[in-house]
Structures are given as C-alpha cells and as structure tokens.
C-alpha cells in the first residue's frame, strides 16, 4: 500500500551493491564425535560416570555451529560410559519463561527427543540451593539438581552486554541457564559491571551444592565454525573457562570496516545473539557503548522463524521493516525483559511498511553521507555470518585494498517484489 512515506522519501536512490567474500583465517575442527571423545578423554572425566547414572546435559538457547551433532556425540560418549542421560533446557526465561516455549527453542535446532535418543525434561521449577557469598539465593532446574550428574554443555564467547572473565559460556549457563527464570532474575538483579564476578559466584557455589561433575566448552572461528572443544573438571571451571573466553575473543569475527555510513542487517534473532545481533560486530550496544566498527544507522529487515519471535535487541536499530515488526511478540521478549531488567534493546524504533522504504530511511537518517561518492553501506545476513556479505560502490575501492576480501561479482542493483520486500540475496 502506497503511504506519504513513499513521497517523502522518494530522492532517497539506493546505490548498487557488490557481493565480497571474507577470507577470514582459522581452523576447523572436522570429525567432531571424534573430538568430543578427544576432549573427554583428555580431561580424565568419564571416571566420574558410574553404571546406571542419571545424568543430566544442558541444552542452550543459542544456536551454534553443529549443535545438534556435538550435543549427539556427548550424548553417546555418556551412554556408553553406563549413564542413563536426559537433557535439560537451560535457558534462564527464554521461551517466553515457559517449559513448552524453551522445548520449542530445542525443536527448532532439530533438538529432539528423537533425534537425541534420549527424553528431554523441560521445567521452570526450580530449587533454592541457599545463598552465596555475595549473598544472592541460587536456584536450580528441580530436573538437574535431582539428578545423579550434571554435564554442562555450552558454547563460550564474548557476551553481548558485559565484560569480565566469564562472560557467556559454561559458568553463565550454570547461573542463569539451569537458574531458569527465577535464577536469572536474581542474577539480573545487580548492575551489569557486577554480572561476571556474580556469575563466578553463584556458579562456584552451585559447583559445591549440587552435582556438576564436569562441562564441554565450544569455541568457533570467525566463520561460525567449530574451532577448539574442551572439557573441564567441574572444581577447575573458574581457571579454565577466562582461557577460553580468551581464545573465543581472539577468533570472534569482526566487519572488516572501521566506520561506514550504514548497516543493513536481514535478520535478528535470539538464535544469533543474545541482543539479536551481536554488539560485539555491529559496534552498538546500550551496555557497552560505541566502538569500532561506527555506523550512524542501522536498519533490520527481519526476526529469525527460529526465535519464535523474540526480537530482543531490536532496540539497537534504528529503522525496522514491518517483517521484523510482524514477527515481534511481546509474550517472547517482554520476559526477558523482566528478567535482565533492560527495556532499552528491545524498544520498537521506527517501522517503515516494506524493505525499501526501512532502507530508504535508514540513509535519510544520516548526516556524514559524501554525496560526491555516495553511501557507505555494509549489507550482512546476519552477526554470525560474515563470510560472505555485500557493500556499496562507495566501499569498493577501500575493499579492495584488503587483502583478506574478494569482490566477487559485478555491481547489481537491489531487486524488490510488487511489496517493496527485497528479493532475497545469495550469500553463497
């Protein structure tokens, strides 16, 4: 439907882009059951599995690379030392807070019972384990603290709203993602400079009141790839995992541009980043401030069908299509919000109809554009892909001055449908 935008907006011309491709250095690890069995028999753990264990593996709200092929392969390494396993969500309030809701999350990596061959036990129950040294309560997942082990499984890297020596990983898991809602809110409870030393200690103490025996910590490349895989002995987490956070640091990948005038982002999702796209790439975050790269703009397209909605961290953009508007549901995001007590991510920012007006707003929006050369744009599918992504004939020449980047293809303008909606891109 034609509004005054289109009128208003109308000497807005979108420039053409180009596709490049990142070459971006790193290793792959390739036969990870292989690995997974590496990594467990390095750290001398499966001594603590007896014959006939309950034990219990978390499962996690973010998708990471291979997640259901490492989650199956830990899960087999632990029915053959005897254990009788079963998973547990362990997501703190996502799903919007509900068993079902965080169960779904699971279903949508193809995380199933099927799939496991195990059950999955999904509740917000939770357990009061006493109080900390900092004197917080600690809950846990009645399912986890009831069983005969725990195994906490997750990925480790930079978190989207705090620095310190844990940040969003194993530790992080075991205190807001076993925590569930209530533990999470607890957690929440202090500002954000205090979330990593509360994380290592509530942790520590969950580590000594419950039955943790040891985790499996994923680190990935730049290419959103799996890098290194370690397990780590429950009492050596709080020495380990600042390693690995370290290593994650060090391979987490960056928009190869120190400042351009826009960011176009497809999509955003809970399933990407905990703020639905990651600050640590876009260089905006409410908690962390402003930092490389720079982008006066930054509109959003779109919300991932596998965060059911939760469009946490919407808030950071400055422009949204009405398909990012549709998807969003205050059911799945408000709940966060509570819990981490942020209402500045996920406030609605401007809403244009359709893709071209969001893109043509976006540049409307900002003041350093050079009209002689036109828009610097940098055009990505999402935070976690960076391989392949698009850029604007202004960044062209600055592009091909870095070695790690290839134009790859001609200059093309953007394709819409009758709706406005862009005409999906080929990030192959």
């Given amino acids: 439907m034609k509004t005054n935008y289109h009128d208003l907006l109308s000497h807005i011309t979108l420039p053409a882009f180009v596709k490049v491709k990142y070459r971006i250095p790193g290793r792959q690890l390739s ?3 292989k690995e997974i069995h590496k990594a467990i028999v390095e750290a001398e753990v499966l001594d603590r599995i007896k014959e006939g264990m309950r034990i219990a593996v978390t499962a996690g709200s973010r998708h990471m690379a291979e997640y259901p092929i ?20 362990a997501m703190g309030s996502h799903g919007g807070a509900t068993a079902e809701g965080q169960t779904a999350i699971l279903r949508s990596y193809g995380i199933t019972e099927e799939t496991m061959g195990v059950p999955i036990c999904s509740s917000m129950e939770t357990v009061s384990l006493g109080k900390a040294e900092n004197g917080m309560e600690v ?3 009645r399912y986890a603290y009831e069983a005969d082990g725990i195994v906490v499984f997750n990925r480790v890297k930079a978190h989207t709203g705090f620095r310190g020596p844990v940040e969003s990983g194993l530790m992080k898991m075991i205190t807001i993602g076993l925590g569930k809602q209530h533990g999470a809110n607890i957690c929440h409870s202090r500002p954000p400079e205090e979330m990593s030393k509360n994380i290592h200690t509530i942790a520590s103490f969950c580590i000594a009141h419950s039955p943790i025996l040891f985790a499996v910590g994923i680190v990935e490349n730049a290419s959103h790839q799996v890098y290194d895989i370690k397990a780590i002995k429950a009492e050596e987490l709080w020495k380990e995992e600042p390693k690995l956070l370290e290593e994650a640091k060090r391979h987490m990948p960056r928009i190869p541009f ?3 005038d826009v960011l176009f982002v497809d999509e955003i999702g809970k399933d990407i980043a905990g703020e639905g796209m990651d600050p640590n790439i876009t260089g905006r975050s409410f908690f962390i401030g402003e930092k490389e790269p720079y982008f006066e703009s930054i509109a959003v397209l779109d919300i991932t069908d596998a965060s059911e909605g939760n469009g946490t961290g919407i808030g950071n953009a400055d422009v949204i299509s009405g398909r990012a508007f549709d998807k969003f549901r205050m059911d799945m995001v408000y709940p966060n919000c509570i819990t981490s007590r942020d209402s500045k991510s996920t406030k609605l920012p401007v809403t244009m109809p359709c893709d071209m007006l969001t893109l043509q707003f976006a540049l409307q929006i900002c003041y350093g554009i050079d009209d002689s050369r036109g828009p610097r744009i940098v055009w990505i599918k999402n935070t976690l892909c960076l391989d392949t992504f698009y850029i604007s004939e202004a ?3 600055e592009a091909r001055m870095n070695p790690d980047l290839e134009i790859a293809g001609e200059l093309q303008e953007i394709n819409f449908d009758h709706a406005g909606n862009v005409i999906e891109h080929n990030y192959d």
């Fill in 31 to 33: 036969n990870l059951p």
């Fill in 70 to 89: 490492l989650l199956k392969a830990l899960i087999e390494e632990l029915k053959a030392a005897g254990a009788e396993v079963f998973l547990v969500p």
């Fill in 139 to 141: 809950r846990m997942d």
């Fill in 258 to 260: 120190a400042k351009a």
């Fill in 395 to 397: 960044l062209v020449e």
